[in-house]
């Protein structure tokens, strides 16, 4: 019997799709699950939620809710978390607005950039105050992590406390739709009417999703790299085990320019394909930010539509709120997919034998150019023993550099975040290749830290 405790279980997201993955398992059934959220009312609406698929479905499992941690975590197997301060939306465009103030247009800043930094200190205090709880509680757990910014979050775990931790993260697919638009008529796929990019769109998942479909049977893809920065080392026909990136190399400059224009700049100067997609890409370059040359109207960078996703969260709760109460059908959670912490704890519970694409781990040397302990992307095996990252050898050096900067960068910041460390939060923004100015930097570390005063206790301890 495996028991599996979900931190952050009251997100609408967690609920369509993590929640009703593993309450479908075969393997885990009978299994303990306990659901934590602050929230008590979305906490709620997840937790009739999973008690009637665990009905319907006969799953078998044990089920109950906390709105603390602590009562959540003796004798866990694995803490999934998907911890975020919130409001999401709001604070998101309160870090991009305020370094504005001062002259500093960042790309996206969520997960890179002086927003990476302030994004990562506001979830560092609970995140710590998890896994310092897990070491009494669940010291041999594995902690699945699912918060942005993940390379950050990951760290932190990995670095200052005894916890195992790995990230999950979906991007990867971006890579596969990419390659697939590029590679559509030799592969036969059928690439939708209004596919425009990767970026984030509810009006674009669904078109995004069709050529992922149809990809992944067809092409496997290997890539290595950070999260949100990763890059295509090979990729190959499924079914005849030809090499494609000399194919991938010339059909993707017979696209449309304005299709994922940086990613096509980016590709062809380093010879190498990023696989996250623009709007993420955009956050490890230091050429995205000039006030001169604009180049995110160049490259038509998209900023997240912050009022609309929220708006769409509450939606998708409240959906999610109609399939508790017993008036709305579940048959679409027949389907879900939990962006691997399924796999991840079916294969280690049950000594499976599992290749993901893509998850987050200690650099033990899968990646030989980029510093060890560092949090790396490559892919990795799952099994009864644990998981085992797929060693992919040295990335081209200008992109190992690319990566560098931003894996070093992310330590200083976590450190100091940790620390409460005001020379070390300068520093990692200084270090940012947003960054441009000296003064810059400490006016909007000092407005982040004020702005945010309730959220960074650990800034103002004295």
């Not at 996703?309 to 048959?331: C, H, K, P, Q, V």
């Not at 679409?332 to 499976?352: R, V």
């Not at 005001?422 to 520093?427: G, H, V």
Request: glycine share 6%; net charge negative; aromatic share 8%.
């Amino acid at each position: 019997m495996t028991t599996i405790t979900v931190i952050g279980a009251g997100s609408a997201s967690f609920g369509e799709n993590t929640l009703s993955a593993i309450l479908r398992s075969k393997k885990l059934k009978g299994s303990a699950l306990r659901l934590v959220d602050r929230n008590t009312q979305s906490l709620d609406i997840v937790c009739r939620l999973a008690n009637r698929l665990n009905k319907e479905w006969d799953s078998n499992f044990t089920i109950s809710a906390h709105a603390n941690h602590k009562d959540a975590l003796d004798g866990a197997n694995f803490v999934v978390s998907a911890i975020e301060v919130g409001p999401r939306e709001e604070l998101w465009k309160s870090d991009y607005d305020i370094t504005l103030k001062y002259g500093v247009h960042q790309p996206y800043a969520e997960n890179g950039g002086p927003g990476g930094f302030i994004h990562t200190a506001r979830n560092i205090m609970p995140l710590m105050e998890i896994v310092h709880d897990m070491e009494q509680a669940c010291p041999d757990a594995w902690f699945i992590n699912f918060t942005n910014p993940m390379v950050r979050i990951c760290d932190a775990v990995n670095r200052h406390s005894k916890i195992r931790v790995v990230g999950l993260c979906h991007q990867i697919y971006a890579g596969y739709d990419m390659v697939g638009v590029a590679l559509a008529k030799d592969l036969g796929i059928e690439v939708p009417e209004g596919l425009e990019g990767m970026h984030a769109d509810v009006l674009q998942h669904p078109l995004q999703q069709m050529v992922v479909h149809q990809t992944v049977p067809l092409i496997d893809i290997r890539a290595a790299g950070t999260n949100h920065f990763s890059w295509i080392i090979s990729v190959h026909d499924k079914r005849t085990g030809e090499d494609l990136y000399p194919l991938l190399k010339k059909r993707f400059f017979e696209l449309d320019e304005k299709f994922e224009p940086l990613t096509r700049r980016v590709f062809h100067d380093f010879g190498l394909f990023p696989i996250p997609g623009d709007t993420h890409l955009c956050e490890y370059l230091p050429w995205m930010s000039d006030p001169v040359t604009k180049p995110w109207e160049k490259f038509n960078i998209r900023l997240y539509d912050w009022q609309m996703m929220a708006g769409l969260r509450d939606f998708s709760l409240d959906r999610l709120s109609e399939m508790a109460n017993g008036s709305t059908s579940i048959e679409s959670l027949l389907d879900t997919d939990s962006e691997g912490a399924l796999e991840i704890i079916e294969n280690i519970s049950c000594a499976g034998n599992h290749y993901h694409l893509a998850a987050n781990l200690p650099n033990t040397g899968q990646i030989s150019n980029l510093p060890l302990n560092t949090i790396v992307e490559t892919p990795v095996m799952v099994d009864g023993a644990g998981i085992h990252p797929v060693h992919v050898g040295a990335l081209p050096e200008p992109v190992a550099e690319l990566c560098r900067r931003e894996l070093m960068t992310a330590q200083l910041g976590v450190d100091a975040a940790v620390e409460g460390n005001y020379e070390k939060a300068l520093q990692c923004l200084l270090l940012d290749p947003i960054m441009r100015d000296l003064d810059s930097a400490k006016l909007i570390l000092d407005d982040y830290l004020m702005t945010y005063r309730e959220h960074l206790p650990q800034f103002w301890k004295s």
